[in-house]
């Protein structure tokens, strides 16, 4: 994928849910991986053309790890003059160590997300931009169905009101495939996810098994995206523009 159809796909999600506003101060959150530094470049480029002026800032959120070195994620940010906040946390220790949780995903999930919004409140940004991408949004709504027993996934924007924070997804649109081949066209300094969990989540299991029906029914991902999109989730803003596939979306 093109850095043009990159930002293709990103100002159509930001239209469609009424992203980003004049004067914004969007907090990017940076894990390190392929969709956070992907989703940087989207904003960055997306920043010098959009008509409404925003700010961004990068922000990892450092879960106290050995061996997390963000120095090639500092050495993009420089490249693409993005000021770049690291803050450190020991999640992974109270995680892992402390309290030796068998299923950490979750638990890991809801500090880190309440460190970088509270980091990027502290920072004056009123929007912080999460990298979840199209097969996140499917597999999501796969792991609400198993588990919690609800057709559901995360909304594109939402409204955090005790923290006065706004949280956008603007790679909504945007494969997991097409995120690969951005990565290795753009040749991105991801840096290696030293959790001991990774890849042996409930996520991943879900992400097999979209995988392997969309293998056996070829489309069915996109029939299941266009499913949610068009349901009116509850907690889901009302999109300004009708979903269409075409090529901006398939």
Not at 32 to 60: C, E, M, N, Q, W
Not at 94 to 120: D, H
């Amino acid at each position: 994928m093109k850095l043009q159809q990159l930002l293709s796909y990103t100002r159509k999600a930001v239209e469609d849910y009424r992203m980003i506003d004049d004067g914004d101060k969007i907090a990017v959150g940076i894990s390190g991986g392929k969709d956070s530094l992907t989703l940087l470049y989207a904003l960055h480029g997306l920043k010098r053309f959009y008509p409404k002026k925003f700010d961004l800032i990068a922000v990892t959120v450092d879960l106290g790890f050995d061996g997390f070195d963000l120095s090639p994620v500092r050495s993009l940010c420089e490249e693409l003059n993005v000021p770049y906040v690291v803050v450190p946390s020991e999640i992974g220790k109270i995680i892992f160590q402390e309290r030796k949780e068998s299923n950490p995903c979750s638990l890991c999930a809801k500090m880190r997300k309440g460190a970088l919004n509270q980091a990027v409140k502290e920072l004056g940004c009123n929007k912080v931009a999460y990298a979840h991408h199209k097969d996140d949004i499917v597999e999501t709504m796969f792991l609400s169905l198993i588990y919690e027993g609800r057709f559901h996934s995360f909304s594109p924007k939402t409204y955090l009101d005790r923290m006065d924070l706004t949280v956008i997804r603007p790679m909504m649109y945007v494969l997991e495939a097409d995120v690969i081949g951005f990565k290795n066209k753009y040749q991105l300094p991801i840096v290696k996810n030293p959790c001991l969990a990774d890849g042996k989540t409930k996520r991943e299991y879900a992400k097999q098994l979209v995988r392997q029906i969309n293998s056996e029914n070829p489309g069915a991902k996109e029939r299941m995206f266009t499913a949610i999109i068009s349901q009116n989730l509850d907690g889901w803003p009302q999109r300004a523009f009708p979903y269409k596939k075409g090529k901006r979306n398939e």
